[in-house]
T-cell receptor, first 111, second 114 residues
Framework: EDQVTQSPEALRLQEGESSSLNCSYTVSGLRGLFWYRQDPGKGPEFLFTLYSAGEEKEKERLKATLTKKESFLHITAPKPEDSATYLCAVQAWGSQGNLIFGKGTKLSVKP | NAGVTQTPKFRVLKTGQSMTLLCAQDMNHEYMYWYRQDPGMGLRLIHYSVGEGTTAKGEVPDGYNVSRLKKQNFLLGLESAAPSQTSVYFC?????????????FGPGTRLTVL
């Protein structure tokens, strides 16, 4: 069964304190791994897609990496505006685009 | 481009009432999805469509029906609402399941069933 587990459930950081969020997955043939950001009361906003082990993508203070079993979202020198819930999802080959989501990590960055 | 829009934004129903949630996208996407999001459960797929006139069941389809009569619209129906269907509903779309196939999400509909 395809499955995604995110840890920690919640993370509180001070502004400027770098850290990483983890996404562990099991999937029958990974087509892609997706990271989304979700602000309270809003829909998920796309951040990255990773397709193969060893791939890395960056956007401002965020960097996503992928291995055969997990993905990390590294946050460097976070700011309060980075506070949000970060969602990880996997897509299997032949799934007609269906995504399996983890439960998310709620990040709070205090000034 | 408005992207993905959802109507209504909020709704309160009594048990047994029916309603339809509307999702519209202006990106000419082939694939569309309906999810529900509950505290501690994450996003779960209800139904999806890979093109006009097609629909398929997702992970949690019971109690819901869908229709895709026009490419740009995907409707989610609740025939007889139950308190267990209290949730936030999100619609998403993507071009196809090839290439850059990220899903674009709407702003959500918050539904309460009393």
């Amino acid at each position: 069964e395809d499955q995604v587990t995110q840890s920690p459930e919640a993370l509180r950081l001070q502004e400027g304190e770098s850290s990483s969020l983890n996404c562990s997955y099991t999937v029958s043939g990974l087509r892609g791994l997706f990271w989304y950001r979700q602000d309270p009361g809003k829909g998920p906003e796309f951040l990255f897609t990773l397709y193969s082990a060893g791939e890395e993508k960056e956007k401002e203070r965020l960097k996503a990496t992928l291995t055969k079993k997990e993905s990390f979202l590294h946050i460097t020198a976070p700011k309060p505006e980075d506070s949000a819930t970060y969602l990880c999802a996997v897509q299997a080959w032949g799934s007609q685009g269906n995504l399996i989501f983890g439960k998310g990590t709620k990040l709070s960055v205090k000034p | 481009n408005a992207g993905v829009t959802q109507t209504p934004k909020f709704r309160v129903l009594k048990t047994g009432q029916s309603m339809t949630l509307l999702c519209a996208q202006d990106m000419n996407h082939e694939y569309m999805y309906w999810y529900r999001q509950d505290p501690g459960m994450g996003l779960r797929l209800i139904h999806y469509s890979v093109g006009e006139g097609t629909t398929a069941k997702g992970e949690v389809p019971d109690g819901y029906n869908v229709s895709r009569l026009k490419k740009q619209n995907f409707l989610l129906g609740l025939e007889s609402a139950a308190p267990s269907q209290t949730s936030v509903y999100f619609c998403a779309s993507t071009e196809t399941d090839a290439g850059n196939n990220e899903q674009f999400f709407g702003p959500g509909t918050r539904l309460t069933v009393l």
